[in-house]
């Protein structure tokens, strides 16, 4: 049995999605680190989906969608609308098949997720950087082609595919007390809630959010969805809203939402780069922010935390470095 683009996903449609992407994506090392676990006197696991291909979590959620397309659909090809990981991920996956992957993106995309996408063969239409720019230029190009969308997180595959993440974790490290997982439009903290609590309904999940871009904490407060607007966050992979799909499984298996400041996301990329030695994006940073800055309580449990990726944009980092190198 196969989980549809229409069903709910449930812990087999999760199961079924890892034997379906498994032969096409990395098993992601879990690492710990002591000197955060002296800090927060818990042990955390971080698993970390930084040295995932494409250098995110994005590929499970991508290549559940397109291997599950029949052939029919599949010869007209994929499109999609993002700022850079999902872009890659699909481009990647419609490699997989042989198949068009057409990406719309917004002309302030960091140029490392523009290079990845290039690599991966996908063929960008650039747009403005609005989510309305992003849907029509994406409803232009299907209709001009015939190819079908795939949302970046708001597609019951997708979420599946997503919730392989945690089902790695957690069959690696299965006595685990709590998980953290960013949020975004919600397709990586659904896919991990619903797995987490699937495998140990006593475990707690929590969803990890810039302040700046606090939709989801806003939308479970009301009880719907409060979409954000024109969020300003370091965290760029983070500014998308919570979507129909998304939004129900957060509000059944997610036990809150943790929100961490801009000067408390950066605060902690930069410890991950000194004290771990391993590269992180903003949007990882913020599941490692809470523990950093005390925003729970992790005394004495076990904490798993997923690092969703680590594609920074280091043309703009060394840049900056040059220039001030030149000027002395």
Do not use: W
């Amino acid at each position: 049995m196969t989980c549809e683009s229409m069903k709910i996903p449930d812990i087999d449609c999760v199961r079924d999605a890892y034997r379906r992407i498994k032969p096409y994506i990395h098993e992601t090392p879990v690492v710990t680190n002591a000197t955060l676990d002296q800090l927060t006197g818990a042990n955390v696991f971080f698993k970390c989906e930084n040295f995932q291909k494409v250098g995110a979590f994005k590929i499970r959620g991508a290549t559940n969608a397109v291997l599950t397309l029949d052939n029919e659909e599949s010869k007209r090809g994929v499109v999609t609308h993002s700022s850079g990981n999902h872009a890659a991920a699909l481009a990647y996956a419609a490699g997989i098949r042989g198949i068009p992957a057409y990406i719309v993106m917004p002309e302030t995309a960091p140029v490392v997720k523009i290079n990845a996408v290039k690599h991966y063969q996908g063929m960008i239409t650039f747009c403005k950087p609005t989510l309305e720019s992003r849907e029509s230029t994406a409803e232009m190009i299907v209709k001009n082609t015939g190819a079908l969308f795939v949302h970046p997180y708001n597609d019951f595959r997708i979420i599946a595919g997503q919730g392989t993440a945690a089902l790695e974790l957690l069959q690696s490290t299965p006595d685990l007390d709590i998980v953290l997982a960013p949020v975004g439009g919600g397709g990586l903290l659904s896919g991990t809630a619903l797995t987490a609590k699937s495998l140990n309904p006593q475990i707690k999940v929590y969803g990890c959010e810039p302040a700046n871009a606090d939709d989801a904490f806003k939308s479970l407060a009301a009880n719907t969805i409060i979409p954000s607007k024109d969020p300003v966050t370091i965290a760029d992979g983070l500014k998308t809203s919570l979507g129909d799909k998304t939004f129900p499984i957060i509000k059944q298996y997610v036990d809150g939402i943790i929100l961490v400041t801009e000067k408390e996301i950066i605060d902690a990329m930069r410890f991950v780069y000194e004290r771990m030695k391993i590269v992180i994006e903003p949007s990882s940073a913020v599941v490692v922010a809470p523990l950093l800055f005390r925003k729970i309580d992790v005394a004495h449990k076990k904490v798993g935390a997923i690092l969703s990726g680590g594609n920074v944009d280091f043309e703009a980092l060394f840049s900056d470095l040059r220039r001030r190198y030149d000027a002395s």
